[in-house]
């Protein structure tokens, strides 16, 4: 079977841990690395829990590589629904390996500049803030023949923001990063809060998830359990969005989204909006679409998959 070869970008996050659970059990899927990035907490936190989540899904082969400690231009600011560690009140298991020495911007430096030179383009993961591919492709922008396309979790459009009135957390982390991606040519598919928000795991998914979880059950229903807003006036129902993981079921089941060719900008000036991504989706502009933003999601196809992936850790021998 011919697999797609991936580089997960992240700052590991609840829901980024259930999409690297996802990952690690999806054989379609060649993972060259982890990337994590200064986020929804510090790179020191990133970098630990990337390494804690590699032990907890039995995959220490994953090599993991320090991102960038801060956003390009602005102050650092930090997630709100991830607990004090990231991982809600879960604790994960010590990691047997530890990171590597080169850095993250330097391996994706050196695995797209390979990519590009063979002819086998890599397909990005941005889970969380995209300082890391922007430091990257500012360096050396040819890096960007090496990217198959982004899959990028960040922004808000129809949708209003979830870490202010107009924007989303990931973007807003680092705008100036964002700004670099979708100017860069490369193609991009962007899950917004307005696809996210589709997928809401509800109190009985996550009882459902830890039927069939394995020996990763106890963990899983934790995190899950935890990820619950319990904010019905905004999202119609008890639960949480399901935010990051829909990037790797994009992947492996483009069937269950639909997507609108649109322009994005992203405002990196204004106070007010800062981190705010706008959508032409009429051509006012007069500027080509830069991205395939998803509009439609199959949630009870999004849930099904999930279960079917995170079901194969109790097929898997315990590490």
Same mark, same amino acid.
């Given at each position: ?25 999806? =054989?379609? /899927? ?8 200064? %986020?929804?907490?510090? @790179? #020191?936190? +990133?970098? *630990? ?21 801060? =956003?390009? /231009? ?8 991830? %607990?004090?560690?990231? @991982? #809600?009140? +879960?604790? *994960? ?227």
């Amino acid at each position: 079977m011919k697999t797609i070869p991936i580089i997960v970008d992240c700052d590991p996050g609840i829901d980024d841990t259930i999409a690297l659970l996802t990952a690690f059990v999806s =054989p379609e /899927l060649d993972i060259l690395g982890i990337t994590p990035v200064c %986020g929804n907490q510090p @790179l #020191g936190r +990133t970098v *630990l829990n990337a390494l804690q989540v590699c032990e907890l899904g039995g995959r220490p082969d994953i090599p993991v590589y320090p991102g960038c400690f801060r =956003p390009m /231009l602005r102050e650092p600011i930090h997630g709100q629904f991830h %607990g004090k560690t990231g @991982l #809600g009140n +879960t604790t *994960l298991p010590d990691p047997v390996k530890t990171a590597e020495e080169m850095s993250a911007v330097d391996f994706l430096i050196e695995a797209l500049s390979l990519a590009s030179a063979k002819g086998e383009p890599v397909t990005l993961c941005c889970l969380g803030p995209m300082t890391n591919l922007a430091v990257a492709l500012r360096i050396k922008p040819q890096i960007a023949d090496g990217i198959g396309r982004v899959v990028m979790m960040g922004g808000a459009y129809r949708e209003p923001g979830n870490r202010t009135m107009t924007s989303e957390f990931n973007v807003l982390a680092d705008p100036h990063a964002a700004h670099v991606v979708f100017s860069s040519g490369i193609p991009i598919v962007a899950l917004a809060l307005d696809a996210t928000h589709q997928v809401m795991l509800k109190p009985e998914h996550v009882t459902a998830f830890s039927r069939v979880g394995g020996r990763i059950s106890h963990a899983l229903g934790e995190l899950m359990a935890f990820w619950d807003r319990n904010d019905v006036a905004r999202y119609g129902s008890r639960g949480g969005p399901l935010h990051d993981p829909l990037v790797i079921a994009y992947i492996l089941a483009p069937h269950l989204f639909g997507t609108t060719r649109a322009r994005i900008f992203v405002e990196y000036e204004s106070e007010l909006c800062m981190g705010q991504t706008i959508a032409d989706w009429y051509g006012k502009s007069g500027l080509e679409p830069n991205a395939e933003i998803v509009t439609r999601v199959d949630a009870q196809g999004v849930i099904d998959f999930f279960l079917d992936r995170l079901s194969r850790y109790a097929e898997k021998v315990p590490a």
